[in-house]
């Protein structure tokens, strides 16, 4: 799912994230799959950053280039990468984090594990979704959570991103946050959705992990 107007100010939240764990500017920074909005690479730009987005689809400006992971010629090397929920699109994986640790010794990742959708998350997001679209307001985003589940079966889980991010990163930070009010949009969505994880009732499905590459 691209970033969309529904969660800018989850984007942005995610930049101060990444923010607090850069090296002051002006570092180098590269952002993997910054999308047709541009990512978190503005705000890297603006905090004084020499910052880098590609994406197959970024938009037009110096900070960017329309490329995949695996078509970036860019030597390097940067003092860190960014990646935005992407990782679990990104085939083959491995490679790619190979990739992504020889580029810069730290990584800063906010993700998305796909096989937390469990029954309860499908019962909960058709009911917000139906209750934003009676108000008027239906999400740009999936109606139903098992036929998305089903659609993109070629996502990574969570066990395979942690196994691979482990093989190449020591781990310096990580925490479980909500995901799905991204899609369903609304401020009060999120609000819904952290009490429900705080009660035992959703399982978090977002999560965010800072690591540095083994050997750096």
Known sequence: MAHGPEDAAAVAEFAGYVLSRLPAAPARVLEIGCGPDGGVTPALAAAGYDVLGVDPK???GRHFRPLTLEELDEPGPFDAAVAGRVLHHVEPLGPGLDKLARLAPLLVVE???CDRVDAAAREWYRG????????GAPPHAPEDLGDWSVAHSDLHPYDVLRT??????EERDFYWQPYLFRWLGGPETKTREE?????GRL???GFRYTGV???R
Do not use: K, N
């Not at 917000?128 to 108000?135: D, F, G, K, L, M």
């Not at 691979?164 to 990163?169: A, I, K, P, Q, T």
């Open 213 to 215: 590459a083994l050997g």
């Open 128 to 135: 917000e979704y139906a209750r934003r679209s009676a108000e």
């Open 164 to 169: 691979e991010l482990d093989r190449r990163y």
């Open 111 to 113: 993700e998305f594990a």
């Open 203 to 205: 399982q978090p499905m």
């Open 195 to 199: 009490d429900l994880i705080a009660a």
């Open 58 to 60: 970024a938009p037009a």
